[in-house]
C-alpha cells in the first residue's frame, strides 16, 4: 500500500509539475508555445527547417520584427492555405519546390512581390506573373554506387530508366514533393504520353524509398546500383561524416534532359496578410544577398539565386548544369498526382 | 449485482441518470465529429470513380497488406500476452515481479522509436517481416495486461471443482480458465487490431504500405482531398469490421463470481524442467522489445554528444510543451469518458452498448484523418479555434477516449452503487456521496486512464502536425523530423525524454494488475 501511494504521488507530480513550469517558463522565455503570436509575422515553410530558421532569425536580428515559423509539406501546405482561403494565418509562403507556391497561385491568394524584391533575383527567377519569386535552386541527379556499377554503364537520359535492363536497379522516392517536381518537368519537357508511359515504368521498375536521403542511403549501402534525387543532400553528406554516402557519387544528366531538372524554391506573399508590408520586407530580406548569404551559410547546399551571390564552391555552378528548357512558372504537381495515381504508384 | 436491485436503484435516480446518459452522448457525438467530414465527403464522388479508384490493384494491395498484418500481428500478441501472463501469474516463474515489471516496460517505448530501432540494427528487416515484428513486440502489452491482471484473481475453485469431476490438469484450464479469460482476450485483440488499423510511424520505416500510410501520402500531396476520404472509409470499414468481431469473440457468459466468499490464489504451476525454456522466452520477449530499442536510443545518444551536437533549451522546450499537451489531453478524455462508463456500468442495455462501441470508431481512424476533419471543421464552421490549443486537446480526447474509457470501467465496478446508496440513506447528498465514497473508490482507475491518454498524446504525430499552435513543437514531432532525415542521433535526445518521462506511468500500469479485484 505505501508504494502505492508513493507511486501515485510520482505520478501526479510528473503529469502537474510541467504545467507549472509552463507557466512559471512562459513569461520568462517571451516566447509562450501555446499559441501564436498576434504580432509575429506567420511564416508558413515547407523549405528546410534549419534554412528557414535560419533566415527568419536573421530577419528578426536585422529588423526587430518578430516571427514564428509553422512548418508543413510542399503540395499539403499549398492545399492547407487554399483551404484556409482569405482568412489564413499565414503571412509569408516559403516552399522546397514552385509547384506547391503555384497552387496558391491558382487559387488567386497571392499578392504581388514587390519590384525590388524581383529585381533582386537573377533572370528567369520570378514568374512573370510577377506573384512569387524563387529563393533558392535544387538540381536533379542520379546518385550511383561505384562499387556495383561504373560511369560509362550509366542511362545518358533519365528516360532510359524505363528500359526493362533497369528493372529493380534504381531507387526514388515518388511520394515525395522532390520527385513529384521532377515529373512536372518532365510533362512540361516530353508531354504526356512519353510521361505516363515513363511513371507506369517506374511503378514495375523502381525501389520505392521514403525520401531523398533514404535513396541516397540505399544506393550507398548496395541495394540498388542508382538513384534519382537532389544534388544537396548528397553534397551535405560528403561535407559531413559521409555516413550516407560514402560509396558513393552524382551523375548529372546536362544535354537539357528531363534529368538534369532544375527546381525552385519559391516564396510569396499572401494578399490576405494583416501584415503586408512587413511580409514583403521579409521576402526582400530573404532574396536580398545578405538573406541569400545566409542561405550559403546554412550549409544546406542549396543554390543562391540572388544576384552576386556565389552558392558554396564544392557545388558545379548553376549555369553549367544545362537544364532542359522548361518554364518553371506552369508546374502543375496536380496533374502529376492524378498521372501518379493512374500509374499505381500513389 | 442482483437485478431486482438494480431495478430499484434506476427508478431511484433516474433523474440524475438521464443527465449523464445526455452527457454521454454529447461525448459520442464529439467523437463522431470527424466522419461529419470524411463520410460525406467520401460520399460526395461520382460513384463511377470513386468505384475506379477503389476497385484499382493498388487499392487491393493496400488491403492485402493491411489484412496479412491483421493475420499475423493479432494472433502473435494473443500468444506472446498470454503465454508470458499465464508464466508471471499462475506459475512458480523465479522472479516473477520483475518479469511483471519487465513486460509491460515496452509501453514505455513508442512503437516508432522501436521500428528506429530495428531499421538502424537490422538495416535488410524491412517490409512485412519488420512491420509484423516490430507491431507485435510493441503490441503485446495491450494483451499481457488485461489479461495477466484476470489470471492473478481468478478464483481457483472452478478449476479445482473440474480436477475433482476427473479433467486432466490441461483439460481443466481449457474448459474453465480460457472461458473466463475470453472478455480480457478479445478487449486486448481489439486494442491491438485498432492500432494496427491506425498505425503509422512504424510502418513509413519499415517501408509497408498500408491504408494509413496510404493516406499519408494522400495527405502530402494533396492535403484533405476525396481520395483520402475514400481510402478512410475503408478503413472505417475495416474498424467496424474489427469492433463486431469483438463482440462475437466476448460472448455472453458472465465472468464474475457469484456469490460472496474469501476469493483465493490459485496455486502456481511447478514449471520444473520448463523453468529453462521459460525464462529464455521471457528473456527473448523483453531483450526484443525493450533492450533493443533502448540500448539504440543510448548508443545513437553516447554518438551525438561525441561529435558535440548542441541540446539543452531547445529539448527542454519541446518537452515541456509535449508534458503540458499530454496533461490537457489527458484530462479531457477522461473528463469525457467519465459519463459513458458510469453509464455502461450502471444501466447496461443494447443502447449505451452502441454508445461504448461508437466511441471506439474515430479512434481507429488514423491520426492525420482526425486532424484534418477537425482542419476542415474549424476553417469552415470555428474560426477562432483554428490552430488553439483547445481543438487539439479536443483532438486528443477523440483518438484515446477508449483507453481512458477501458480503465474507467474497471474502477466504476469497484465501486458498486449499494455503496454509494448505503452513504445517501445516512444523509449525504448525491454530489457529497460521489465525492466521499465513489471517487476513493475510483481515483486509482481515473489515474490509470490518465496514464494511458497521456502516455498515447506523448507520442502522437499526425494529428498534433495538423493542428498544434504554430510556434509548439513536441518530442514525438521533434523525433519524426530527424528521424526521417535518417538523422539518428539527432533523433536520439527526443527519443530517451519520451521513454524517460513514460517509464514511470508505465510503472503505474504495473498497479492495475497487482490490485484488480
Request: charged content about 15%; proline content about 6%; aromatic content about 6%.
Amino acid at each position: 500500500m505505501p508504494q502505492r501511494r508513493h507511486l501515485g504521488a510520482a505520478a501526479v507530480l510528473t503529469l502537474t509539475l510541467p504545467l507549472a513550469l509552463a507557466a512559471c517558463g512562459g513569461g520568462g522565455s517571451g516566447e509562450d508555445a501555446f499559441e501564436a503570436d498576434p504580432d509575429a509575422l506567420q511564416i508558413y515553410s515547407s523549405q528546410h527547417r534549419n534554412v528557414t530558421e535560419a533566415w527568419a532569425q536573421a530577419f528578426t536580428d536585422e529588423t526587430g520584427i518578430k516571427t514564428q515559423v509553422r512548418e508543413g509539406q510542399d503540395a499539403s501546405m499549398g492545399h492547407m492555405i487554399v483551404e484556409e482561403g482569405d482568412a489564413s494565418p499565414a503571412d509569408v509562403f516559403l516552399t522546397e519546390n514552385s509547384p506547391a507556391m503555384t497552387i496558391v497561385e491558382r487559387a488567386g491568394l497571392l499578392a504581388p512581390v514587390d519590384q525590388e524584391t524581383v529585381a533582386q533575383v537573377g533572370d528567369g527567377m520570378a514568374p512573370s506573373s510577377g506573384q512569387w519569386t524563387a529563393i533558392a535552386a535544387r538540381s536533379t541527379v542520379l546518385v550511383y554506387n561505384t562499387d556495383l556499377i561504373s560511369e560509362d554503364e550509366l542511362p545518358t537520359s533519365i528516360m532510359d530508366l524505363a528500359e526493362p535492363e533497369w528493372a529493380g536497379r534504381w531507387g526514388a522516392a515518388p511520394g515525395g514533393a522532390d520527385f513529384q517536381a521532377i515529373v512536372a518537368g518532365m510533362l512540361s519537357d516530353q508531354g504526356e504520353q512519353e510521361t505516363q508511359a515513363w511513371l507506369d515504368a517506374l511503378a514495375d521498375n523502381a525501389e520505392v524509398y521514403q525520401n531523398n536521403i533514404a535513396t541516397m542511403q540505399a544506393v550507398n549501402a548496395g541495394e540498388v546500383p542508382v538513384g534519382i534525387m537532389y544534388h544537396y543532400y548528397w553534397y551535405r553528406d560528403q561535407a559531413g561524416d559521409k555516413e550516407g554516402s560514402a560509396n558513393t557519387k552524382l551523375h548529372y544528366f546536362g544535354n537539357q534532359d528531363p534529368g538534369a531538372f532544375v527546381s525552385l524554391s519559391a516564396g510569396g506573399v499572401l494578399a490576405s496578410s494583416d501584415m503586408a508590408d512587413k511580409a514583403q520586407q521579409f521576402l526582400s530580406y530573404v532574396t536580398s544577398s545578405e538573406g541569400q548569404q545566409v542561405l550559403v551559410d546554412s550549409g544546406s547546399m542549396e543554390y543562391a539565386v540572388g544576384t552576386g551571390v556565389e552558392s558554396d564552391p564544392a557545388l558545379p555552378p548553376l549555369t553549367s548544369l544545362d537544364a532542359p528548357p522548361v518554364d518553371p512558372f506552369t508546374l502543375n504537381s496536380d496533374d502529376v498526382v492524378t498521372m501518379m495515381t493512374d500509374a499505381g504508384i500513389l | 449485482m442482483p437485478a431486482s436491485f438494480r431495478a430499484q436503484s434506476v427508478g431511484a435516480r433516474s433523474l440524475g441518470a438521464r443527465g449523464v446518459a445526455v452527457a454521454a452522448a454529447l461525448v459520442a457525438a464529439l467523437t463522431l465529429l470527424p466522419l461529419l467530414v470524411v463520410v460525406p465527403d467520401a460520399l460526395s464522388a461520382d460513384p463511377g470513380e470513386a468505384a475506379s479508384y477503389l476497385l484499382r490493384p493498388r487499392v487491393g494491395e493496400l488491403l492485402t497488406n493491411t489484412g496479412m498484418l491483421f493475420v499475423v500481428t493479432v494472433p502473435a500478441t494473443v500468444v506472446v500476452g498470454v503465454a508470458a501472463a499465464w508464466l508471471v501469474e499462475r506459475t512458480a516463474l523465479p522472479g516473477a515481479g520483475v518479469w511483471r515489471t519487465l513486460l509491460l516496460a515496452p509501453l514505455a517505448v513508442p512503437s516508432f522509436v522501436s521500428a528506429y530501432a530495428w531499421v538502424t540494427v537490422a538495416p535488410w528487416l524491412d517490409g512485412f517481416g519488420g512491420a509484423a515484428l516490430v507491431t507485435t513486440l510493441a503490441y503485446f502489452p495491450f494483451v499481457f495486461l488485461p489479461v495477466a491482471a484476470l489470471l492473478r484473481t481468478l478464483d481457483p475453485g472452478d478449476e479445482e471443482a473440474a480436477r475433482s469431476l476427473g479433467l486432466s490438469p490441461a483439460a481443466a484450464v481449457v474448459r474453465t480458465v480460457l472461458p473466463r479469460l475470453r472478455p480480457a482476450l478479445s478487449g486486448g485483440a481489439l486494442l491491438v487490431a485498432l492500432h494496427l488499423l491506425a498505425e503509422y510511424g512504424v510502418l513509413e520505416m519499415m517501408r509497408f504500405q498500408t491504408f494509413t500510410t496510404a493516406i499519408m501520402q494522400q495527405y502530402a500531396v494533396g492535403f484533405s482531398d476525396t481520395s483520402s476520404s475514400l481510402l478512410a472509409s475503408v478503413l472505417l470499414t475495416l474498424c467496424l469490421v474489427a469492433l463486431v468481431l469483438d463482440l462475437l469473440a466476448r460472448g455472453r457468459h458472465r465472468v464474475a463470481r457469484v456469490g460472496s466468499g474469501v476469493q483465493r490464489r490459485a496455486v502456481p504451476a511447478v514449471l520444473g524442467g520448463w523453468t529453462t525454456p521459460a525464462l529464455v522466452f521471457l528473456a527473448a520477449v523483453v531483450a526484443l522489445s525493450v533492450a533493443v530499442p533502448v540500448a539504440t536510443v543510448v548508443r545513437w545518444l553516447l554518438h551525438g554528444i561525441a561529435e558535440g551536437d548542441p541540446l539543452g533549451a531547445d529539448l527542454l522546450q519541446v518537452t515541456l510543451s509535449t508534458l503540458g499537451l499530454a496533461v490537457l489531453g489527458a484530462l479531457a478524455a477522461v473528463v469525457a469518458a467519465l459519463p459513458g462508463a458510469w453509464l455502461l456500468n450502471r444501466h447496461r442495455s443494447g443502447l449505451t452498448l452502441l454508445l461504448e462501441r461508437t466511441t471506439f470508431i474515430a479512434s481507429a481512424l488514423p491520426g492525420v484523418v482526425v486532424g484534418l476533419a477537425m482542419v476542415t471543421l474549424a476553417v469552415r464552421w470555428a474560426r477562432p479555434v483554428y490552430q488553439t490549443v483547445g481543438l487539439i486537446v479536443l483532438a486528443y480526447a477523440i483518438l484515446f477516449l477508449p483507453r481512458a474509457m477501458v480503465s474507467l470501467r474497471a474502477g466504476l465496478a469497484a465501486a458498486r452503487p449499494e455503496l454509494s446508496e448505503a452513504a445517501r440513506s445516512l444523509g449525504l447528498s448525491g454530489l457529497a456521496a460521489f465525492v466521499r465514497v465513489v471517487l476513493p473508490l475510483v481515483a486509482p482507475s481515473v489515474l490509470t486512464a490518465l496514464v494511458l491518454v497521456a502516455l498515447a498524446v506523448n507520442t502522437e504525430l499526425t494529428a498534433t502536425l495538423l493542428l498544434a499552435p504554430t510556434g509548439t513543437d513536441t518530442l514525438a514531432l521533434a523525433f519524426w523530423r530527424e528521424a526521417s532525415e535518417l538523422d539518428y542521433a539527432a533523433a536520439a535526445p527526443f527519443a530517451a525524454v519520451m521513454i524517460t518521462m513514460s517509464v514511470p506511468l508505465t510503472m503505474l500500469l504495473r498497479r492495475q494488475i497487482l490490485e484488480e479485484r
